[in-house]
């Protein structure tokens, strides 16, 4: 952008930023040097069909990521936020065809982010089992986040949208444990994730997870529905425990098979707690094999002695309804190469001892 010259006599005394300045077209400004901050100008923002129904703070915080809530709602409260014109409330629903004016705002700039391999896209892209226009499915691979962060450069959501950039939108419909393998729903439209997520909250939602405990689980319970508190360690460590003070939690169990020292449970969660099938299991006398959190030491390196290398919890099946159609569907995922293994290796030592 050109600057109008600078008088000589101003010119050793006073530096100009390094970099574009703030337009009322929109324009941005950074900080000069370390290029920490950003000043985005006004913006004028038609929502669209994918945003129609939103409120307008929640509007506002998908489009001003790095800008602290409370700045958003702020500007919302002196009217610098304007919907056809007009001053609104945090809680007012947009629709589609609106006019939202963004006043000059100024937002941290994300560091420039280690963008995910082909190797990494391509593994995912081969990982997704259903898609239509509404939703995509992914059988996720255990030792991947779900999202980036904590130390994380990127997850699967990160990975889907650099493998296709022309996808306007994409979001997790729920989540999975890092080291938890298996089905998680994506939304491809806000409408779609609206009615998954409620969906969800009604408990419409059936999943069944596969896992391999320690010792021979009891015939007789098929379900645990301690309260669960979440807590953190000293090292700052997120953990989970039974406790009267938690959450009411609610699992369903299932014997599938039994072999020497393990014990192959489906287990489906009514309710949606998080590590609430690794520590009801563990409650229960039977951690799920290769948990480094619930499972004792002597457990675990019996368990890495067959050969178990990841936590033995898969994501076996969903049962939904597809959004825009009702339509009733059910998904199934297979065992990764590392699961199959050991519940092979098991299979043959339980077929040597019956000869």
């Not at 629903?93 to 006019?99: H, I, K, N, V």
């Not at 560091?111 to 996720?140: H, I, T, W, Y």
């Not at 298996?182 to 969800?200: C, F, P, T």
């Not at 700052?236 to 959450?247: I, L, N, P, S, Y």
Request: hydrophobic letters at 35%; glycine letters at 8%; one cysteine or more.
């Amino acid at each position: 952008m050109s600057r109008k010259p600078v008088a000589k006599k101003y010119a050793s005394s006073r530096k100009r930023p390094a970099g574009p300045t703030t337009r009322k077209d929109g324009a941005t400004s950074r900080s000069s040097g370390s290029g920490e901050q950003v000043r985005q100008g006004v913006q004028w923002v038609t929502v669209d069909e994918d945003n129609d129904d939103q409120r307008v703070d929640n509007f506002l915080l998908s489009r001003l990521r790095g800008v602290p809530k409370s700045i958003i709602y702020r500007i919302v409260r002196k009217g610098e936020v304007r919907v056809n014109k007009g001053r609104v409330k945090p809680d007012t629903r947009l629709r589609a065809g609106d006019t939202v004016r963004i006043p000059p705002i100024v937002r941290k700039e994300k560091p420039e982010q280690v963008k995910p391999g082909s190797r990494v896209q391509g593994v995912m892209e081969a990982a997704v089992v259903f898609e239509n226009d509404q939703m995509l499915v992914v059988n996720k691979p255990s030792g991947i986040a779900v999202h980036g962060g904590s130390g994380l450069s990127f997850g699967l959501i990160e990975v889907l949208r650099s493998a296709r950039p022309d996808s306007r939108f994409l979001e997790l419909v729920h989540r999975l444990d890092r080291d938890t393998s298996g089905l998680v729903m994506i939304a491809k439209k806000r409408s779609a994730l609206r009615y998954l997520q409620d969906e969800l909250r009604q408990k419409r939602v059936r999943k069944f997870y596969h896992a391999l405990v320690a010792g021979s689980w009891p015939e007789g319970m098929g379900r645990v529905d301690e309260p669960l508190l979440r807590y953190e360690m000293p090292n700052g460590e997120r953990r989970v425990r039974v406790d009267t003070a938690g959450k009411a939690s609610l699992t369903i169990f299932r014997c599938l098979e039994r072999f020497q020292g393990y014990t192959l449970v489906e287990a489906s969660p009514v309710t949606g707690r998080t590590h609430q099938i690794r520590v009801h299991s563990a409650w229960a006398g039977h951690p799920i094999a290769g948990d480094d959190k619930y499972m004792d030491e002597v457990s675990m390196k019996a368990f890495r002695s067959i050969g178990g290398q990841r936590l033995m919890l898969h994501a076996r099946a969903l049962e939904f309804r597809l959004p825009g159609s009702d339509e009733p569907m059910r998904l199934e995922a297979p065992y990764d190469e590392a699961f199959d293994l050991v519940l092979r290796t098991l299979g043959a030592r339980k077929t040597g001892s019956e000869k």
